[in-house]
C-alpha cells in the first residue's frame, strides 16, 4: 500500500486554479485556450521532471509515459481533461490530471516497482464548450470502437468544422483552426490504441451529493448511466395577444406547459428514485410578448441504468405525442441516446481493493454525467473513481473537494493501478 502526497495535491490545485481564474472562485477554461495552454505547460513541465517522455497526438492529447521494469509490456493510461465549462470549477477534469500526476510522482519519488509503462494524460476538450459536442475527442480517437450510432457524431472533419460558441480571447472560428494554432497539434501515430495500452483508469469529481449524504470519501464507479434525449415541439397558431379570444387559441407555451406538468406527474409515478429526467432547453416561437406563440419545443434529457426504466419513460413520452394539448400537435424527436456502459470487472475490484486496504470510506456508485472513459471503455478495459464533492455541486463556481479526499483518489488509483500491472501481462 502506498500513499500520495497531500502537499504535492494541494500545491497542484493551488497552481491549476490560476489558470482560467475567473476572480471568483472558479474558472473559465475553454479547450485550447491561453488559460488552458498555461495548465498544459504546467503538467508538461511536471511531468518532464520526473524523467516522463511526452508525446501528443494530432487532436492535441498529451501523453507523458514513464518506463515500466518490462520495456515491452504496454502501459496502463490515467487521465481526464483540463479545460472547463463557463466559470466552471477547479475540480471537473482537472483533478483527474492532477491525480494521474500524483500517480507517476509517486512512483518516481517512492521507487515503486512496477512493470508497465505508466501514463499520464490530458485529453482535449472534453466539455465542448467553446467547440461543441462534449467529449469530441475521445469520440474522434475512439470512433472506430463506438457503436455506429455514437461514432457518427464525432466523424473527425465534422469536428475540425465545429464552430465556435462565440467569440473568446485567442479563439478561432473552428475547432479545426484552434487545433492548428494551438501548438499542440502533435502525430496521429501517439493517439491512444489498444495495441500500446493495456488499460485506462479515469479519476473524477462526483458532480453529484451521494458520498457527501452517506459520509464517504471515494466511489467505487461500475458504470455510466444510460439515457436518451429528446425533443417535443408542440404546434399552434400565433395571433395578437390583445385581439384574439381565449377559447380559440392554440397557444404552443400553454400546451408545452400542460405537457410538461403531464410527463412529471406521471414519471414520477413510476416510483424510480435513482430516475433523473431534465428539461434545460426550450425554445420559444416568435418569443413576442404580443404575440401568442405559434411554436415552442422542449429538450428532455432521461438517464437510468435499467433500459426497462428507460423505456417506461419513452411510453410517457409517445403517449404526450398522442395527444392534442391546449388545440396543439405534439411532435416528438430522439437527438441521441446511449446504452449504459458499464466498467471493466476486474479493474472495479481493484479499485474497492484499493481503497478498503487503504482504510478510505467508499461505496459503489454509477456515473450520471458523461467521461471521455466512457468512449474508451469501448477500446481498453476502463474504470473510473470518484472523489466527494461538496454539496454535490459542480459545472459551477463553488465546486469544491477536499485536498484531502483528491488526495485519497489519487491514492487509491495509484494502489488501483498498482493491482492492474501486477495482474495482468
Ligand atoms: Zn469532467
Given amino acids: 500500500m502506498y500513499t500520495c502526497s497531500l502537499d504535492r495535491m494541494t500545491d497542484k490545485i493551488k497552481t491549476f486554479s490560476k489558470f482560467g481564474d475567473a476572480g471568483h472562485g472558479g474558472i473559465t477554461r475553454y479547450s485550447l485556450s491561453p488559460e488552458a495552454k498555461m495548465a498544459r505547460e504546467e503538467f508538461i513541465k511536471r511531468m518532464k521532471a520526473i524523467g516522463a517522455e511526452i508525446e501528443i497526438d494530432d487532436v492535441a492529447n498529451i501523453y507523458a509515459t514513464i518506463p515500466g521494469s518490462d520495456p515491452d509490456a504496454k502501459r496502463i493510461v490515467t487521465g481526464s481533461h483540463c479545460d472547463s465549462v463557463k466559470n466552471g470549477g477547479n475540480y471537473d477534469g482537472i483533478l483527474g490530471v492532477m491525480s494521474a500526476m500524483e500517480v507517476l510522482e509517486t512512483v518516481v519519488e517512492q521507487n515503486i516497482p512496477h512493470k508497465h509503462p505508466l501514463t499520464a494524460m490530458i485529453w482535449t476538450n472534453e466539455e465542448g464548450s467553446l467547440y461543441p459536442p462534449a467529449m469530441m475527442v475521445s469520440g474522434i480517437v475512439c470512433n472506430d470502437y463506438l457503436p455506429p450510432e455514437i461514432a457518427k457524431n464525432f466523424k473527425y472533419e465534422n469536428m475540425m468544422a ?184 476486474k479493474l472495479v475490484g481493484y479499485v474497492k481493493e484499493a481503497a478498503d486496504e487503504a482504510g478510505i470510506s467508499n461505496q459503489m456508485i454509477h456515473s450520471g454525467a458523461g467521461h471521455d472513459a466512457q468512449f474508451v471503455a469501448y477500446m481498453l478495459p476502463t474504470t473510473m473513481i470518484f472523489v466527494q464533492t461538496k454539496d454535490g455541486l459542480s459545472h459551477c463556481e463553488p465546486e469544491y473537494a477536499k485536498p484531502e479526499h483528491c488526495t485519497s483518489g489519487a491514492t487509491v488509483l495509484l494502489n488501483a493501478i498498482l493491482k492492474a500491472d501486477a495482474a495482468f501481462e
Fill in 162 to 345: 465545429s464552430k465556435a460558441m462565440e467569440a473568446h480571447e485567442g479563439s478561432a472560428d473552428t475547432f479545426g483552426e484552434a487545433l492548428d494554432a494551438s501548438g499542440y497539434k502533435g502525430d496521429k501515430k501517439y493517439r491512444l490504441n489498444p495495441e500500446q495500452y493495456l488499460c485506462n483508469f479515469e479519476a473524477h469529481i462526483e458532480q453529484g451529493p451521494i458520498l457527501e449524504d452517506n459520509g464517504n470519501d471515494i466511489g467505487v464507479v461500475d458504470c455510466v448511466l444510460g439515457m436518451f434525449n429528446y425533443s417535443l415541439k408542440f404546434t399552434g397558431f400565433a395571433a395578437h395577444a390583445g385581439t384574439f379570444p381565449m377559447d380559440k387559441r392554440h397557444d404552443a407555451l400553454y400546451a408545452a406547459s400542460q405537457a410538461l406538468c403531464y410527463l412529471h406527474d406521471e414519471v414520477d409515478k413510476l416510483g424510480r428514485p435513482e430516475l433523473v429526467y431534465t428539461t434545460g432547453e426550450i425554445y420559444c416561437h416568435p418569443c413576442v410578448h404580443t404575440v401568442i406563440p405559434d411554436e415552442v419545443e422542449f429538450s428532455l434529457d432521461v438517464r437510468h441504468e435499467d433500459p426497462e426504466v428507460r423505456a417506461k419513460v419513452m411510453e410517457i413520452v409517445k403517449d404526450i405525442a398522442s395527444k392534442k394539448w391546449a388545440g396543439c400537435d405534439c411532435e416528438i424527436r430522439e437527438n441521441w441516446k446511449r446504452d449504459t456502459v458499464y466498467w471493466n470487472e
